[in-house]
T-cell receptor, first 116, second 113 residues
Framework: GAVVSQHPSWVICKSGTSVKIECRSL??????MFWYRQFPKQSLMLMAT?????????EQGVEKDKFLINHASLTLSTLTVTSAHPEDSSFYIC????????????FGPGTRLLVL | QKEVEQNSGPLSVPEGAIASLNCTYS??????FFWYRQYSGKSPELIMS????GDKEDGRFTAQLNKASQYVSLLIRDSQPSDSATYLC?????????????FGKGTKLSVIP
């Protein structure tokens, strides 16, 4: 099956620093990747849709200058949380769409961010 | 506004019983439907996908789709404690060229030994 990896799996940082999270599709090419955020006991919230070679599309209420997304290749998308604050602490999950026929999204294992 | 509705639960079933999870969606043009399982603290994993009306079986899991009623369900036979998780229903809407899914809020399933 399709495998999506994320790195790092855990990150603890001080308030005001920037954190970069990588999402890779390991055995398929993903023209579209998605970034989600999930707070404890809440559902997935789509933050943005990332298309290879073009600007990301952000959902309403998500600050594009704070959450920088780059999708430089068909296997890599990155999310940078700039000037992180404690309220940005959350579980960040990426997914990749790789199958044009079934249009299935495959999720990465997630990155848990704690901002002190 | 595309919506996907699920009963949040928790749904408790005894071990060995059938668990029935339901989902309704608002976009009548939706074509693709997915069930994901999410264990606490983990990311979602795909269990089933279904695209045509009727039933689709995979091991202990059966997905059922009724587009006329805008309803999709997941049955888990011979439920095991390891099935205890939150089950997310996801729907891909009408329109080509996008993988974007609309997720329900999930139903928490608890299988009691």
């Amino acid at each position: 099956g399709a495998v999506v990896s994320q790195h790092p799996s855990w990150v603890i940082c001080k308030s005001g620093t920037s954190v970069k999270i990588e999402c890779r599709s390991l055995d398929f090419q993903a023209t579209t990747m998605f970034w989600y955020r999930q707070f404890p006991k809440q559902s997935l919230m789509l933050m943005a849709t990332s298309n290879e070679g073009s600007k990301a599309t952000y959902e309403q209420g998500v600050e594009k200058d704070k959450f920088l997304i780059n999708h430089a290749s068909l296997t890599l998308s990155t999310l940078t949380v700039t000037s992180a604050h404690p309220e940005d602490s959350s579980f960040y999950i990426c997914s990749a769409g790789g199958d044009r026929v079934t249009e299935t999204q495959y999720f990465g294992p997630g990155t848990r961010l704690l901002v002190l | 506004q595309k919506e996907v509705e699920q009963n949040s639960g928790p749904l408790s079933v005894p071990e060995g019983a059938i668990a029935s999870l339901n989902c309704t969606y608002s976009d009548r043009g939706s074509q693709s439907f997915f069930w994901y399982r999410q264990y606490s603290g983990k990311s979602p994993e795909l269990i089933m996908s279904i695209y045509s009306n009727g039933d689709k079986e995979d091991g202990r899991f059966t997905a059922q789709l009724n587009k006329a009623s805008q309803y999709v369900s997941l049955l888990i036979r011979d439920s095991q404690p390891s099935d205890s998780a939150t089950y997310l229903c996801a729907v891909r809407g009408s329109g080509a060229g996008s993988y974007q899914l609309t997720f329900g809020k999930g139903t928490k399933l608890s299988v009691i030994p």
